[in-house]
């Protein structure tokens, strides 16, 4: 017969492996909202076909998923704090999917007729307001299975979600939009949805054990995040350097296709080399900043090499370069400001608090898809008054001014 302690071993063991099922519904939960948010993005050239519409209004209907996003974070991660992170994440995404579903009924071009620019906008935006929930609440899961030491690398994983949703989008949902229509697009994306709520379902629960914050962080447990002057600062470094990403991921296809002129297959591949380049760079930078504990510097030095990417971009297309290197230069540009998100997040939730996490995740989730709304309406004017290159300048400024947001390393 066990003995207590023996008993408690084997419990305190099993939660120890259990955490990396916990961390797998994180990265699968995130990645089927990806594919949808990063991924649709990468249709834009058959979306702006197929639905008729201008450039100014090819940047409303990506950016309004952004919209979605930003006006539920917060409150979903509030719900987060309040109910756990199993009902939020579950009910998250099955409504997302039964819209998806919805999508590819209804709102899809088809030969009986092409849905307005209104029922499309409306549509994504829905899609955002729902799917906004995986953010916060994976991730304060993944707060709560592993400890400070491991939290780096642990939220650069689910982080990497990201660019892995959104680079199987980029391989196949152009595909899928050019050979299928968007019915076909709406559909996949519903299914992943739907996969990822059946793994939350078997997997995510809460731990027995309570996490906790290290000591050296300033803000308590029990502090409100809304009234924390350096947890803003955080989140407003985070949203402001997703601006660029965000630049990327919406309208590099429109770039490397109207001013490159590359087909259909050099996209792909390109957009797809930026997300896989950015999910191995996310894990590095985890595992990196666990092992030297130096979080906060490299917040700070990755904003400056954002910065440089982007000037550079900017130059080669002022100075006219190849096609080749124009993307190859746009892949270098896209997964240097890609890098930095698990570290991002890590710090924001240990300076909230295991019991505030949620609504600090949301919070930043918030302000950055903010940025997902306004990047694809601002890029059309910019191209208006200037050129791509000036697109590229600005991105590369919104990194320059994220640098001071993020605080100094802390004074030992």
């Not at 995510?204 to 502090?223: D, V, Y």
């Not at 400001?337 to 997040?345: E, K, L």
Request: hydrophobic letters at 55%; aromatic letters at 8%; proline letters at 5%.
């Amino acid at each position: 017969m066990a003995t207590p302690k023996t008993a408690m071993v084997a419990s305190t063991e099993r939660e120890a492996a259990h955490r990396w099922k916990v961390l797998g519904v994180g990265v699968a939960a995130n990645a089927s909202f990806s594919a949808a948010a990063a991924g649709i993005p990468t249709t834009a050239v058959w979306l702006r076909s197929g639905y008729h519409l201008s450039t100014a209004e090819l940047g409303l209907a990506l950016g309004s998923m952004g919209l979605g996003v930003a006006l539920s974070e917060l409150p979903w991660g509030i719900l987060t704090d309040r109910w756990g992170d199993r009902p939020v994440l579950l009910t998250g995404l099955l409504s997302t999917a039964a819209t998806l579903v919805a999508m590819a009924w209804l709102v899809a071009p088809s030969t009986a007729g092409v849905p307005t620019l209104g029922w499309l906008v409306m549509a994504m935006c829905l899609v955002g307001l729902l799917g906004g929930s995986v953010n916060g609440s994976s991730g304060r899961a993944v707060m709560a299975w592993f400890r400070d030491g491991e939290r780096g690398l642990a939220m650069s994983i689910r982080q990497t979600a990201v660019p892995l949703g959104g680079g199987l989008g980029a391989l196949i949902l152009p595909w899928l939009a050019a050979a299928h229509g968007f019915a076909m697009v709406y559909g996949v994306l519903a299914a992943m949805c739907a996969v990822s709520a059946a793994f939350a379902w078997r997997w995510l629960h809460e731990p027995s054990f309570a996490s906790t914050t290290p000591a050296g962080h300033p803000t308590s447990p029990q502090a409100v995040p809304l009234r924390d002057a350096q947890i803003w600062r955080v989140v407003l470094g985070i949203g402001i350097l997703c601006a660029p990403q965000f630049a990327v991921l919406t309208f590099a296809t429109v770039f490397l296709h109207d001013l490159a002129h590359l087909g259909i297959g050099t996209i792909s591949v390109t957009m797809v080399v930026v997300q896989l380049g950015a999910m191995v760079m996310r894990v590095w930078s985890g595992r990196f900043t666990d092992r030297r504990g130096n979080r906060r510097a490299f917040l700070r030095g990755s904003t400056l090499v954002a910065m440089a990417s982007f000037i550079a971009l900017a130059l080669a297309v002022h100075i006219s370069l190849g096609a080749m290197t124009l993307a190859a230069m746009i892949a270098i540009a896209g997964i240097c400001v890609s890098a930095w998100h698990g570290v991002a997040y890590t710090e924001l939730a240990t300076l909230a608090g295991m019991s505030r996490a949620g609504t600090a995740l949301g919070m930043a989730n918030t302000v950055v898809y903010v940025g997902l709304f306004l990047t694809p309406l601002t890029i059309p004017h910019l191209l208006v008054a200037g050129s791509w290159a000036g697109v590229w300048f600005a991105a590369g400024l919104c990194a320059l001014v994220a640098y001071p947001l993020f605080p100094g390393p802390l004074q030992i």
